[in-house]
């Protein structure tokens, strides 16, 4: 499989700060890949879009579609969770990232109110362990 064919999709919605800083480093460490933006609101999905995703979506059936779609996907760890992000993670979309067949790689937040029993850091420290594991997949399907 080329790099290029493969889509990563950033799953975020709120604000979209978690999904712009996945896509800002997604494209400054793999810049080959099609970095997609699914957002769950216009401002989320645009943010993304300005950070420099090839293209996006916006609402539930894109997320829907697009799960089923992505050979990986991003975001915070309740993107799992109907009711996540301030109950913008609708059951639908929560059914489709976790039935996709994509390798998902998942930011704990504090707030989200989910444990994890990994060490405690910085956001920024898991933005980059994300990089690491993205890189370990793409040479998976590039092999």
């Known amino acids: 499989m080329k790099r290029s064919e493969i889509i990563v999709a950033v799953v975020d919605g709120l604000g979209g700060g978690i999904g712009k800083s996945l ?48 050979r990986i996907i991003l975001g915070v760890v309740t993107i799992l969770a109907s009711g996540g992000l301030l109950g913008e993670i609708t059951p639908d979309m929560a059914r489709a990232v976790g039935e996709s067949d994509a390798l998902k790689i998942l930011i704990p937040m504090e707030r989200c109110r989910i444990k994890l029993p990994v060490e405690g850091a910085p956001v920024s420290q898991y933005l980059d362990r994300a990089m690491d594991l993205v890189a370990d997949e793409v040479r998976r399907l590039t092999e």
């Open 23 to 70: 896509v800002e480093k997604l494209k400054k460490t793999q810049p080959d890949l099609h970095v997609r933006a699914l957002g769950t609101n216009s401002e989320a999905t645009g943010r993304m879009l300005k950070a420099g995703a090839d293209d996006g979506a916006t609402g539930e059936n894109a997320v829907v579609v697009n799960a089923g779609k992505a």
